[in-house]
Structure formats: C-alpha cells, structure tokens
C-alpha cells in the first residue's frame, strides 16, 4: 500500500545541534515531495519540496533536504537548530498525476533543549 | 508567502449550533482542501474541491458539509455541532499544472486553522 512514514516520533535536541528528520515513502514511481513545519495551534507552514532535478533542496528557515531514489527517502537537516525551530514535522507526498491527493506522515514532535 | 485565511481562529460552542468555517484565498487556485487534526496527530483529509461546484469527500468521514459557489471561497458547515467534533480544522489550496507557474503548482498552502471546541 501508498505509504509515508516518519519513524521517529519525537526528536530532542540541544540547542545548536544538528538535526535530521527521517521521512520514507512507498510508491511505485517517484511521487513529488514536501516538508511543512507546525507551531503550536497554527497551520502548516511549508519548508521546501521536490518535484524534479537536483536532489539537494534548500528551503527556509536554513533547512535543506535530500531526495535518494535508492532508499526511497527524503531527510530533513538543518546543521543547527535554533529553540524557535521547536515544533511538528510533517513530511509529504503527491503522486504525480494530477488528481492525487497529498499524504501526510505522521509527524515528528521536536523540542530543543537549552 | 501563501495568502489563505481563515476565521474565526477559535470558536467554542454549545451542542447543537449550526457553525461554518470560513475559508477565504486570494491567490485563484482552483483546488481547495480540508483537513481535521486532533492535537497532536497527523491530519485527515475531510472534503476537497478541484473547482467551482466541485466537491468530495475525504478519506476520512466527516458530519460536515462544504461548498464551493466562488473560486476563492469554501466554507464547511456543521448543522449541529457534537463534541466529537472538537478539532482543529486545517485549510488548504493548491493550483493545478497550467494554471501557475511551475513553481507553485500542486503545492498546498495552508490556512492559519480553527480551533473548534464543543461543550
């Protein structure tokens, strides 16, 4: 079946640490690809995405994120976490095709320690 | 940044009150989203749009209604409101290929969502 999973579901980091959030998906070709970001009681805030081309993409807020076809995986990394990047992690895909809908992971809790 | 409003941001309401959520963006995207999402969990797809008078259902079951009469506006309705239906209430728009620029396309942009509380 369709899946994404993020297998961490919280992740504690000291401030200034680096930081990498797993997310794997389960499809049959290469779907597109999205991180959002949610603060507490707010929306989703989108952080970057993939559709084509080069696998690094850079996003906001200083995060970056690798496409590897091989492991069927799209990582998000920031080389150093802030306290205000303490929040949810939500890792996306969108088979293409043009009438899919967007499946979620379930989500990655961060909280940074000081 | 995505221009896609929401209101109220809080509504606590007794059982029984017909509400409806609004849900408001300026950037003429044809396909429109809702989702549900109880504190802390992933988010469920309840109704979407492709297009004006275009709805469906979601994944997930959902009591409420929604419309879609203009292009930039789609409401959801409860006729009479429960407390199973305490959530937050997530809304969402995205453009189709040929209608923006790549960079933009199938990309959803998410409303600042509402808080719905039933006693």
């Known amino acids: 079946a369709q899946s994404v999973t993020q297998p961490d579901i919280h992740i504690t980091v000291s401030e200034g640490a680096s930081l990498e959030l797993r997310c794997n998906y389960s499809?049959?070709?290469?779907?597109?690809l999205f991180w959002y970001v949610q603060s507490p009681g707010q929306g989703l805030q989108l952080l970057l995405k993939?559709?084509?081309?080069?696998?690094l993409v850079q996003g906001i807020k200083g995060f970056e994120a690798e496409f590897k076809r091989s492991q069927s995986s799209f990582n998000l990394r920031k080389p150093s976490v802030h306290w205000s990047d303490a929040a949810e992690y939500f890792c996306a895909v969108l088979p293409q095709g043009g009438s899919e809908k967007l499946v979620f992971g379930k989500g990655t809790k961060l909280t940074v320690n000081p | 940044e995505a221009d896609i409003y929401q209101t109220p941001r809080y509504l606590v309401i007794g059982t029984g009150k017909k509400i409806t959520l609004e849900c408001s963006q300026t950037m003429g995207h044809d396909k429109m989203y809702w989702y549900q999402q109880d504190p802390g969990m992933e988010l469920h797809l309840i109704h979407y749009?492709?297009?004006?008078?275009?709805?469906e259902k979601g994944d997930l079951s959902s009591e409420s209604t929604v419309s879609r009469i203009r292009t930039e506006h789609f409401p959801l309705t409860l006729e009479s409101a429960r407390p199973s239906h305490t959530s937050q209430y997530l809304c969402?728009?995205?453009?189709?290929?040929?209608?923006?620029?790549?960079?933009?396309?199938?990309?959803?942009?998410f409303g600042p969502g509402t808080r719905l509380t039933v006693l």
């Open positions: 499809y049959g070709a290469t779907p597109y």
């Open positions: 749009s492709y297009g004006v008078n275009s709805t």
């Open positions: 969402a728009s995205s453009a189709t290929m040929g209608l923006a620029g790549a960079a933009s396309t199938d990309t959803q942009y």
């Open positions: 993939y559709f084509s081309g080069d696998t």
